[in-house]
């Protein structure tokens, strides 16, 4: 799960469909706020894991075998940093990119524990 939402979101993924059917008949503004929505909601489900997953890959990047206590708080200050750069560039308010950096930690914490990357 979490790499392919890191896949999706930093590797460039993008959804594809086709409009001919859905353009018949909605407004300009319609289509605007479904892709909005679509977007926050992308970045809702894909942003903790994804952010986990980039944390863990730069940190077993540049640690290879560490297993110190150390790397958990590393893994979590990556994976907010992650989260960070993903709201600047969606634009999502302060709240959302709060609790988003919250559930990334967690979930760089549990990703690195169950690889046994982390005692």
């Known amino acids: 799960m979490s790499e392919e939402a890191h ?9 594809h469909s086709t409009w001919s059917h859905e353009l018949l008949g909605v407004s300009l503004s319609e289509i605007v706020l479904f ?8 970045i809702e489900h894909c942003a903790k894991g994804a952010a986990a997953f980039e944390a863990m890959h730069l940190w077993e990047k540049q640690h290879p075998g560490d297993d110190h206590q150390f790397s958990k708080e590393a893994l979590a200050a990556l994976a907010g940093a992650e989260v960070d750069k ?6 999502l308010d302060f709240l959302d990119r709060e609790k988003a950096k919250f559930h990334a930690m967690q979930e760089a914490r549990a990703l690195a524990e169950s690889k046994g990357a982390i005692d």
């Not at 896949?7 to 959804?15: D, E, L, P, T, V």
């Not at 993903?86 to 634009?91: I, M, V």
């Open 7 to 15: 896949a999706a979101i930093f590797r460039g993924g993008r959804h």
């Open 35 to 42: 892709l909005f929505s679509y977007s926050l909601t992308l």
């Open 86 to 91: 993903l709201f600047e560039t969606h634009g």
